[in-house]
C-alpha cells in the first residue's frame, strides 16, 4: 500500500462547478498537509499548506484535514478555465525518528469553458 | 524575482555521458532538495541539503551526486548517464526545518539520455 493514494483524474467539470481533489494517507505521523498546483511543463507552485486538522481557506481555495479519518481535500469554488493543471497532496511529519516529506502522484483537472 | 533558477532547461544526453544540473536559488534558504517526476511515479527524491555543507540521500540517489558549497546553490550530477535517467528534474527549496510549510520549486530540467 502507498503512503499517499491520490486518484489521477483526469476531472472534467464545466466553468463554475466546485472541484473537490482528495488525498488519503496510511501514517499517522504525518503533521503538516500540502496542496501544489503544477501548470504543463512547469514545476508544483504551493496553493496551500496546513497544520494538523482543520480548514483552510484562501480566495476560493480551501483546503480540510481529518486526521481521524486520513483524508484530506482541497475545494476549488467557481472553477475557471485557468484552473486547468494538475493537483499534488503533500505530507510531512517524524516518522520512527526519521523526517518524511512525500507527494501524491496527482489529480489532472480540466476546467471546460 | 526571488525564486529558483534550473539549467539547463531540457538536454539530450548520450549514454555513458557525464552531465550536471545546476540549481540557484535567491532567497537564502536553508534546505534544498532534488527530485525527479515520472509519470505514474510523482515526485521522487534524489538528494537533499538541510545546510550549506550537508548532504543527504533522498529515496532515488543512485548514479546521482550532490553538494553544497554554500547556500544559493545545488547542483546535481550525473557520473555516467543511463537510460532509465530520462526524467524531469526538480530543484526545491525550502525555509523551514522540516519543509512543513512547503517547497519552492524551480520550472525543471527535462532530461533525455538515448
Known amino acids: 500500500q502507498k503512503e499517499v493514494e491520490q486518484d489521477p483524474g483526469p476531472l472534467s467539470v464545466p466553468e463554475g462547478a466546485i472541484v473537490s481533489l482528495n488525498c488519503t494517507y496510511s501514517?499517522?505521523?504525518?503533521?503538516?498537509f500540502m496542496w501544489y498546483r503544477q501548470y504543463s511543463r512547469k514545476g508544483p507552485e504551493l496553493l496551500m499548506y496546513?497544520?494538523?486538522?482543520g480548514n483552510k481557506e484562501d480566495g476560493r481555495f480551501t483546503a480540510q484535514v481529518d486526521k481521524s479519518s486520513k483524508y484530506i481535500s482541497l475545494f476549488i469554488r467557481d472553477s475557471q478555465p485557468s484552473d486547468s493543471a494538475t493537483y499534488l497532496c503533500?505530507?510531512?511529519?517524524?516518522?520512527?525518528?526519521?523526517?518524511?516529506?512525500?507527494f501524491g502522484t496527482g489529480t489532472r483537472l480540466k476546467v471546460l469553458a | 524575482i526571488a525564486g529558483i533558477t534550473q539549467a539547463p532547461t531540457s538536454q539530450i544526453l548520450a549514454a555513458g555521458r557525464r552531465m550536471t544540473l545546476r540549481c540557484t536559488q535567491d532567497m537564502r534558504h536553508n534546505a534544498m532538495y532534488w527530485y525527479r517526476q515520472d509519470l505514474g511515479l510523482g515526485l521522487r527524491l534524489i538528494h537533499y541539503?538541510?545546510?550549506?555543507?550537508?548532504?543527504g540521500k533522498g529515496e532515488v540517489p543512485d548514479g546521482y551526486s550532490v553538494s553544497r558549497a554554500n547556500t544559493d546553490d545545488f547542483p546535481l550530477t550525473l557520473a555516467s548517464a543511463v537510460p532509465s535517467q530520462t526524467s524531469v528534474y526538480f530543484c526545491?527549496?525550502?525555509?523551514?526545518?522540516?519543509?512543513?510549510?512547503?517547497?519552492?520549486f524551480g520550472s525543471g530540467t527535462r532530461l533525455t539520455v538515448v
Open positions: 526545491a527549496s525550502s525555509d523551514h526545518p522540516t519543509g512543513g510549510r512547503g517547497y519552492t
Open positions: 501514517n499517522s505521523a504525518f503533521q503538516y
Open positions: 541539503s538541510n545546510t550549506a555543507g550537508t548532504t
Open positions: 496546513t497544520y494538523s486538522s
Open positions: 503533500a505530507m510531512s511529519g517524524v516518522t520512527s525518528g526519521t523526517y518524511k516529506y512525500i
